[in-house]
Each structure stands twice: as C-alpha cells, then as structure tokens.
C-alpha cells in the first residue's frame, strides 16, 4: 500500500506541511480494531439480544393486540372459571423467564467463547508490543 500525499492546498509561498512518519514494517496480522473476530461477536451479540427481546416483547405484543382486538377471546372461560386473558397475562412471567434463559444459554454458548478468543488474542497483541 502506497502512501500519496493530499494535494498542496496553501499558497505557493506557504511551507509545506510534513509528510507523516511512515511505519518501519508491517505487523504481523492485522490490529484488533480492525479484526474480523470483532464483527462476528457484535453481531452473534446482536443476535442474541434480539432473540431474548423478541421472545418477551412479542408475547407482551401479542396479549395487548388480543386484549385490543379480540376482547371475546380474552373473556371466554377457560377451565373452572378462570378467563383466557387472565391466563395469558399469567403466562407471561414463565415467558419472561424464558427470555432470560435464552439469554443467559447463548451467551455462554456463543458469545463468551468468542470474547474470551478476543481477550486472548488482544493480550497475545499486547505482549508482542511491550516485547518491541
């Protein structure tokens, strides 16, 4: 990769400014900040987050749009009594749990393994620059 200076943009007369300090060699691999582990845990994080947020949120969605819309269904009696959005509303505290338990499993699947590779990698990066 070749460096090409911007193009002169002060008066004739004006020094020109200094050329920036050119590195002496090339690392050995790219810099963590430009890594493409780095992607790859942003997005199994997103991933995971969106998957636990659209488990809660969806059935919260879903109660309020038949509570709204679909009042018969919510009224109708489902054992002994006990109405069906009386049910569902109760429903939701398992669901929750459900979402924190998605969290909680891929992150110990998918995402703390690839961060502690990322930890790894960037203490093996800082060794080798406090060795030069």
Same mark, same amino acid.
């Given at each position: ?5 911007? %193009?002169?943009? #002060? ?14 060699? +090339? %690392? ?11 992607? !790859? @845990?942003?997005?199994?994080? $997103? =991933?995971?987050? =969106? ?6 949120? #969806?059935?919260? &969605? ?12 919510? &009224? =109708?009696? !489902?054992?002994?009594?006990?109405? /069906? #959005?009386?049910? @569902? /509303?109760? !429903? ?5 749990? @459900? /979402?924190?338990?998605?969290?909680? &499993?891929?992150? $110990?699947?998918? !995402?703390?393994?690839?961060?502690? +590779?990322?930890?790894?990698? &960037? ?5 080798? #620059? /406090?060795?030069?």
């Amino acid at each position: 990769m070749s460096y090409d200076p911007p %193009p002169r943009l #002060g008066l004739p007369w004006q020094p020109a400014p200094p050329e920036p300090p050119r590195p002496a060699s +090339r %690392p050995l691999r790219e810099p963590l900040g430009h890594h493409s582990d780095l992607r !790859v @845990l942003r997005s199994a994080y $997103r =991933r995971q987050r =969106r998957t636990a947020t659209l488990t809660a949120l #969806g059935y919260f &969605t879903l109660f309020l749009v038949l509570s709204a819309c679909a009042p018969g269904v919510m &009224t =109708r009696t !489902v054992a002994d009594g006990i109405p /069906a #959005g009386l049910l @569902l /509303a109760l !429903v939701q505290l398992p669901v929750t749990w @459900l /979402a924190i338990g998605l969290y909680g &499993t891929t992150a $110990r699947r998918y !995402v703390d393994p690839l961060a502690e +590779r990322i930890r790894r990698q &960037t203490e093996l990066d800082a060794r080798r #620059g /406090a060795s030069r």
